[in-house]
Structures are given as C-alpha cells and as structure tokens.
C-alpha cells in the first residue's frame, strides 16, 4: 500500500492503518483494475472507493477527474455524502429530491471541475441534461454501491441497474469496483456479466460474511401475546446498558398495533415506516442516531444509511423474505465488535404473509399487458376516478391485492409511464418492454423469490448451527473455530 493512500487515511478518516483486505482492494483500483467487493455491513467497503477518489482527486478546472458513485436510494446517498461533507471531503449528490435550481447548479458546478465524488441513482442517466454534463468530466473510477440490485437473481433487483454498462460505455469505460454485502455465487456472476465484462477482468474480494460478535436466536411463537412477551424480554434486556436496539415488522399496521401495547406497558420507543412524512422520518432516524440507548419499531423501510455501531440488539417479529434480507439487516448489529443479539420471532401465519408478498409483488404477463391497456385506453375515467377505479377495474373488491403498485412501480422504472407523485394524470410513453411480457422469465423470478423464502424458512427450522447454514447458502465455507 502506497503511503499516500495511509496519509488519506489518516487526515480524513483518523485511522493509522487499513482494515484487511482494503488496502489490497484499493491498491487494485489505483492500478486501474476492476474489483468486485463482498464485505459484511459495516466493515469498511465505502473506504475501498473513497480513498481512490481522494487520491484521483485534481484541482478545480474543467474536465477535472472525478469518482461517479451508483447508489440506490436518496436517503442513504445523502446520509453518506453528509458524513463525507463532515470530514472535509468535497462530495456531493444529485438526484429527485432537489429542486430545478439546486440541480442545475451542482450541474454548473460538475462541469466546472468541482467535487471528486458524486452520487447519483442510476436513474439520473435517463436525463440528458446529465449525460451531458457527466461526459464533460474524466471518470476515473466508477463506484457501483449496493451492486446486488443489479440482479435479478438478487433480493433488490432494480431495473436500471441492468443498464450500467451503457452507464461505462458514456463515461469511457472506466475503473470499477462493484460492492455488496450479499450476494450468492449466481448474484456475483449476474453482476461482473452486466457490467459488461468477464470474470478474468475482475478481481474478486470476497470477506464472508462472520460476524462471530453476533449471536442468532429463532423463537417459535403462537399468538400476539407470546409474541409481544418475547419482544419485551428482548427490550428489558438491554434497556440498562448503553447501546440501541431495532425490532423489524413486515406490516405498518402490525407495528402500530404492538407500537400501541408496548406503550400500554410503558415501553418508550421510536416507530419508522414509509407512511411517515419524509420529515418525520428524518426526525426519527436522528433521534435514534443520537441518543445513547434508543428503541426503534420499523419496517425494512429503515437501516439503508443507518451507521450507527453500538446497536445491541436486532429482533424480527415478523419473518422476512429472504435470507439475504435478513442478513443484511441483522448485519447492522454490533458494528463495534461488541456482543449483539440477532433474534428472529417465526410464526406460521407470517409465512403466508410473505408468500403473499411474492404473488403481489410478481404479476403474470397478462396482468402487466391489462394495466398497460387500462392506461392507455381509459385515460379519461383514470383521470376522474384516479387509481381507485384503476384498483376495481383490475381487482373487483379485492382490496387486498397490491400487484397494481408493482406494475406502476416497474412501469416507472422502464419508463413507460409519466404522471404526477399522487398517480395522476397517468400517461403511457413507451411501449411495454419485452422483460415484462416472457411469461417464462417472470414465472422464472417468481420461482427464484419463492426458493429465497423457503431457504429462510429452513433457516428457522435448522437444528445445527445456524451461521453454518448461512455461509453455506452463501457459497461460502464456513470458518474452523476448533483452535480458537
């Protein structure tokens, strides 16, 4: 590792030394070669990209170099650049949250030669405004954060990821490093293959996923209150040491009924979902940054951008969808390497919750064709009636049935729609792309999805070690702790 690199270290960040194997990633990277990064959350794979940057990094003049970062949320790039901001390193991120000035400024700024980082979702190039001013800029590195949305064999797939490399190609095919903290052996080949290069250009880093710091626990449960027991015993437990704890719900009205009892109780906590006003959410998650030993109630709306590294404990009072979804959540526990407690409360009822996600959220060709006609055919009452005609049009009474937000969300992905943040005034604006009319391909995903849930529920059900299983489900070999 070059001395520079330790120099960059220090002065930004306050370290003395590398974290293994960063300064190997980061050495690779400054010799302009591509690396895909498998880390666990919370240690260290930001650092792999950040101090290339910093190290690419020239005066301000046009043209100036610059590392372009893909990430996937607006919350979590602005908590990121934030951090950035506050260590004195000049970064910044473009994306739907600012308004026309604020962009067209950062845009005036880029092409000047200003920032050495950029955040971006990979949306941004949709815009043309934008692949304008990114083209002005020399890209020496690009930082594709959260790669596993690239696949669809992923747990988060996202769409334009797929795209990325046109992304490389606009910017001249430069230096990439893709990071994950999970991906199975067919995720990580899904992600060098739509990046658009082989294997044999990559260099793998692939740190497991051991975190012996955290202990994991399953909890058969039968009803509300045995449930809400568990959940209290789990709170009391560390409510007299410093450190914070998150208890994951997969329903909002799940949690706001156990947010209720456990207030009954005299329970003090936070509560965190999507249908919080943006600025009620942002008080709730800096309120449980900053206090010493805070409670929060969330769905998986929250973690994205949580860096906090005292937080003992992570309870599931519901199941998750997957194991890679429930590893990367229980990854945010004891970041500091201190002990921390992974429990996971199953009940049979919440698997039929989940296998209802899957069917929701992976419509059949027919039903993506039907909407698309329903949009481009019935304008007028959509325009009158909104989507509640939409609903019943599709769905009878069913109110039930959320396969509509899946189409919409998707159809705004591929961006074959326009229409307002409420869905009004919905128009179609490109044809209906052929991913979502292959019947194959979509009973495919669905296939792929239902074997994710049924590898967690086997996860439960597992009599050995559990971390075991984890590694082997990653493709991993799991470490031989007989001469510790």
Same mark, same amino acid.
């Given at each position: 590792?070059?001395? @520079? ?15 293994? /194997? ?22 260290? +794979? ?21 590392? #372009?970062?893909?990430? /996937? ?5 602005? &908590?990121?650049? &934030? ?14 949250? $600012? ?15 200003? !920032? ?34 690239? @696949? ?6 996202? /769409? ?53 710091? #955290?202990? $994991? &626990? ?14 209290? %015993? ?28 456990? $207030? ?14 943006? +600025? %009620? ?44 979804? !429930? ?45 698309? &006609? ?59 792309? /052929? ?50």
């Amino acid at each position: 590792m070059t001395a @520079s690199a330790e120099h960059v270290l220090k002065e930004y960040y306050g370290f003395d030394s590398f974290r293994a /194997p960063q300064g190997e990633i980061i050495e690779t990277i400054m010799q302009g070669r591509h690396a895909l990064v498998i880390m666990p959350t919370g240690m260290g +794979k930001s650092l792999c990209f950040q101090i290339p940057a910093l190290l690419h990094a020239e005066k301000k003049q046009p043209g100036a170099a610059l590392t #372009l970062v893909i990430s /996937p949320l607006i919350a979590l790039m602005k &908590d990121q650049v &934030d951090t950035l901001k506050r260590r004195g390193i000049n970064a910044e991120f473009i994306n739907s949250s $600012l308004s026309r000035e604020e962009r067209e400024e950062r845009y005036r700024r880029v092409r000047d030669g200003d !920032y050495h980082l950029l955040y971006v979702a990979p949306e941004r190039f949709r815009k043309d405004e934008f692949v304008d001013v990114i083209q002005s800029r020399d890209i020496r590195l690009l930082a594709v954060d959260e790669a596993h949305c690239i @696949s669809e064999w992923g747990h988060d797939f996202r /769409p334009d990821y797929t795209r990325l490399r046109e992304f490389r190609a606009i910017v001249n095919n430069p230096t990439t490093i893709a990071l994950t903290a999970t991906a199975t052996p067919d995720v990580q080949a899904d992600i060098i293959r739509q990046l658009g290069l082989e294997s044999d250009e990559v260099e793998h880093f692939h740190e497991g996923i051991d975190r012996p710091n #955290l202990h $994991l &626990d399953v909890v058969e449960t039968w009803g509300d209150d045995q449930k809400l027991a568990e959940i209290i %015993q789990v709170i009391d437990k560390f409510s007299h040491t410093t450190g914070s704890g998150i208890v994951y719900f997969t329903l909002i009205k799940t949690l706001d009924q156990f947010s209720n009892m456990l $207030l009954e109780r005299g329970k003090v906590h936070l509560c965190y979902h999507g249908d919080l006003e943006r +600025k %009620q959410r942002r008080r709730v998650q800096r309120e449980f940054m900053e206090s010493p030993s805070s409670v929060v109630l969330a769905t998986n709306a929250f973690g994205m951008g949580i860096d906090k590294e005292d937080i003992r404990f992570v309870l599931h009072a519901d199941l998750p969808g997957s194991m890679e979804a !429930y590893y990367q959540e229980i990854g945010r526990a004891g970041r500091d390497g201190l002990d921390a407690d992974c429990t996971l409360l199953y009940e049979e009822r919440d698997l039929a919750t989940q296998m209802e996600f899957l069917r929701w959220s992976n419509p059949d060709a027919d039903y993506y064709q039907r909407v698309y &006609d329903l949009i481009q055919h019935e304008t007028e009452k959509i325009d009158a009636y909104g989507l509640d005609w939409l609903r019943e049009e599709l769905h009878g009474r069913k109110k039930h049935d959320f396969r509509l937000d899946t189409v919409l969300s998707m159809f705004d992905r591929y961006d074959v729609i326009k229409g307002d943040a409420n869905r009004q005034s919905l128009r179609i604006t490109g044809d209906l792309p /052929p991913a979502l009319q292959d019947e194959e391909r979509l009973a495919a995903k669905l296939q792929r999805d239902q074997l994710k849930l049924l590898a967690l529920v086997q996860y439960v059900q597992c009599e050995d070690d559990r971390k075991e299983y984890i590694h082997h489900y990653f493709g991993l070999p799991y470490p031989d702790r007989t001469e510790q």
